[in-house]
């Protein structure tokens, strides 16, 4: 789920022109509903409790005159035009006429809209699958918006008033928000996706209109994504007897959750966009290690940090936007995607033609080999570890647990639907055991649940940072260093500067993965919950990756023979990925003496094998230059016009 904000005059060029008629452009002096036909998508529909108090009706049609004056006006009633002719008629001034049609003061900021898009094995499934299989996902769809809905009525939502806001109050009556359904990307490729434009006004309890709170709703974003994501991926694999999985997309990144069965090079084909924008940010990373200064000297550290690469994916998302493409039917659409698809994706016709079954057959190998194992006590921990690794200082707030621990249901549920609370059931167990209260509130806010400020009750700390030994000038003809302080290879032949491989600084959530084994680990072993049942195996294989879990023996008559890549060891492999680009202190760590033994034999083994290549690699010039301990940790830059500022990990 994304989220912008609409303002009074952005609505009228954009909004209102394209995104109303499915992100198509509206031909001038086009009704709307000529034009929503034209474009062959449905008409908007109004959504929320705060309907009532404006005297419309759930799902009931958006007319333009209602967008534009609720919208477009700056905050007037849907049928303010009727309701001035009205006061007109009963012999009002045009002046008390037009504040009769009025929703409290004018506002700049009119809206917000939301996007939702379910996972893109869910879309490819509406896409190629058959009639009955697309209203059942359009529906669940639907259904997953408005229970988001409800929780950002519920929980979100404040009105801000008196002097400086100081006062918040959530809407009793609900909100006000209008939606309408897109069925294609900007390439062409199949996107189901809502637009749900969220009117910012809502009504106190003494029945004055006042203003939503818009930075709540920004804060809360990843939170109502996560929900989202969870509940509609539930109802359509309960729907269809389908079922999850995690499916590391990028190593070092949070796995991706999507209906197990789909194929991945099927996936790859509805990222066109994403292919883009790859290709111009491997241009832009090149740019970014190679830029000097006006003295020669590098601007930056010559490795990409995770934070100054989503800044150069957003510039390269930008630089590669295409126009919009003239919207079609439905109909047509399925059509050409079919037709696409079997040409270009690389799938077989007959998986394409049947995916749903493949994806049904894939449903039921996973029910039968993993059992989804929700134990709250060991969720707590895994989303507290979790949220202190990934913010920066370990200083985190409520909407930072919930997010990840919706997140964490979706992992190890694999598509089951989940008890209505457990989120929240999970966030309690976290904050009352392994969460401290740090909130030094000095303003009405701070004082507020959802502000108050936490951090983890344990440590997991670092080896300090080291001195960055001095980095020699770049030399146009060599490939950026694989490592900082290492010399630089020389660029390998028939490649290009956008080919290379550019160094990057590691990422945080495989530390965030090692954390939570290492806190399990101590729980375990803690006098405190000692005979705690706590089932440790089965909570992490419902969590795990299928490309990770151990397999079946294929013989029952030698069960007892030690399998080529066991669950234990795909458990160490990860935890040995984390800790080697996370560069933590194995000591530091207490981890048991045999799983130490293991990650020391194999990180040896590594190191090894890392050295051998760079000595193939290395110019002879090059050969006696001195090589950074492995367990120096280096801060890395963000893009910017100076040098000097951390970009933190």
């Not at 912008?4 to 198509?24: I, K, L, P």
């Not at 904050?431 to 502000?451: M, N």
């Amino acid at each position: 789920m994304d989220i912008r904000v609409v303002r009074a005059g952005q609505m009228y060029r954009y909004f209102f022109r394209e995104t109303v008629v499915g992100d198509g452009r509206r031909p001038a002096r086009t009704p709307l509903r000529a034009a929503q036909e034209q474009a062959g998508v449905p008409v908007g529909r109004w959504m929320g409790r705060g309907l009532a108090a404006l005297g419309l009706a759930p799902r009931e049609e958006v007319t333009e005159a209602q967008l534009r004056n609720l919208f477009g006006e700056r905050g007037r009633h849907p049928d303010a035009d009727w309701i001035e002719a009205e006061r007109l008629a009963a012999g009002d001034s045009p002046k008390k006429a037009y504040r009769a049609g009025a929703l409290g003061r004018r506002v700049t900021v009119t809206g917000v809209d939301f996007v939702f898009r379910p996972q893109p094995s869910i879309y490819l499934l509406w896409a190629f699958g058959d009639e009955e299989t697309g209203r059942v996902i359009e529906a669940a769809h639907e259904r997953a918006i408005e229970r988001v809905l409800e929780w950002i009525e519920d929980e979100v939502a404040v009105i801000r008033y008196g002097k400086d806001g100081i006062y918040r109050v959530r809407p009793p009556g609900g909100l006000v928000a209008a939606r309408f359904r897109h069925y294609e990307a900007r390439s062409g490729r199949p996107l189901l996706h809502d637009h749900l434009l969220l009117s910012v006004k809502g009504q106190r309890l003494d029945g004055k209109w006042g203003s939503i709170h818009t930075t709540a709703l920004h804060e809360n974003t990843v939170a109502a994504s996560a929900l989202y994501n969870e509940l509609v991926a539930a109802e359509v694999c309960e729907a269809l007897g389908l079922a999850t999985e995690p499916r590391i997309v990028t190593p070092g990144r949070r796995p991706v959750i999507e209906i197990a069965g789909v194929p991945h090079a099927l996936i790859r084909w509805t990222a066109r966009r994403s292919d883009q924008i790859a290709a111009c940010l491997a241009e832009l990373e090149h740019e970014y290690v190679t830029a000097v200064d006006d003295d020669g000297e590098l601007k930056f550290l010559p490795v990409v940090s995770e934070r100054a690469r989503a800044k150069m994916n957003q510039i390269a998302a930008r630089k590669t936007r295409p126009p919009k493409r003239k919207t079609q039917p439905l109909a047509q659409l399925r059509v050409w995607w079919r037709v696409s698809a079997i040409l270009t994706s690389k799938v077989a016709a007959d998986v394409i033609n049947s995916l749903l079954e493949h994806a049904r057959a894939a449903a039921a190998a996973i029910r039968a080999r993993v059992a989804a194992v929700v134990d709250i006590a060991l969720a707590a921990v895994d989303v507290t570890a979790t949220v202190f690794v990934m913010n920066d200082g370990g200083r985190f707030h409520r909407r930072h647990l919930l997010a990840e621990a919706r997140r964490h249901l979706a992992l190890v549920l694999r598509g089951r639907r989940r008890d209505p609370g457990l989120d929240e059931e999970i966030v309690a167990a976290a904050i009352s055991t392994h969460c401290l209260d740090i909130t030094e509130p000095k303003t009405v806010r701070g004082r507020e649940a959802g502000y108050r400020l936490y951090t983890a009750r344990w440590d997991l700390a670092d080896l300090p940072a080291r001195p960055r030994p001095p980095t020699p000038a770049p030399d146009p003809d060599r490939q950026p260093p694989a490592d900082p302080g290492e010399p630089a290879a020389l660029r390998p032949p028939g490649q290009d500067a956008g080919e290379w491989e550019i160094p990057r600084i590691p990422l945080q959530y495989d530390r965030a993965v090692l954390a939570g084994a290492v806190v399990r680990e101590k729980l375990r072993t803690t006098t405190a919950v000692r005979g705690r049942a706590y089932d440790v195996v089965a909570h992490q294989q419902a969590a795990m990756p299928e490309q990770l879990l151990a397999p079946e023996p294929a013989d029952p008559e030698h069960d007892d023979q030690e399998p080529e890549a066991g669950r234990g060891d795909a458990i160490d492999m990860t935890a040995l990925r984390a800790l080697r680009k996370s560069r933590t202190d194995v000591e530091a760590l207490d981890l048991t003496d045999d799983r130490l033994r293991r990650i020391r034999e194999a990180a040896t083994k590594m190191v090894n094998d890392a050295r051998a290549r760079a000595d193939r690699h290395t110019a002879p010039a090059d050969a006696d230059a001195v090589r950074p301990d492995d367990q120096q940790a280096h801060r890395p830059q963000q893009p910017a016009p100076h040098r000097g500022r951390d970009a933190g990990h």
